[in-house]
């Protein structure tokens, strides 16, 4: 039973879907992300949900709130990356 499933879920809601990232330079996510966290720390190289790209440090574990479309595998060194949504 979900006793959320009558709430619309806002930004500072938990995320409710999970997508493994390949980063990739030229495909988009299926999912604008919430969060991205990766299982090996490192750089990603992300297109945010404006168009706005930028490389970033994220620490294994450790979700990193950030809403992206795309993971670029070009200057990306993390690696199992997932994104949250």
């Avoid at 330079?25 to 990603?44: K, M, N, P, Q, W």
Wanted: charged share 20%; net charge negative.
């Amino acid at each position: 039973m979900d006793l959320f499933e009558d709430y619309t879920p806002g930004l500072e809601s938990p995320a409710t879907r999970l997508v493994e990232v390949t980063p990739d330079d030229v495909t988009d996510l299926a999912l604008v992300t919430r969060a991205v966290t990766v299982e090996t720390s490192g750089y990603i190289q992300v297109v945010t949900v404006h168009g706005d790209t930028g490389r970033i440090f994220v620490a294994a574990g450790v979700p990193f709130p950030i809403r992206v479309r795309q993971i670029l595998a070009t200057g990306t060194t993390a690696g199992g990356i997932v994104g949250l949504a």
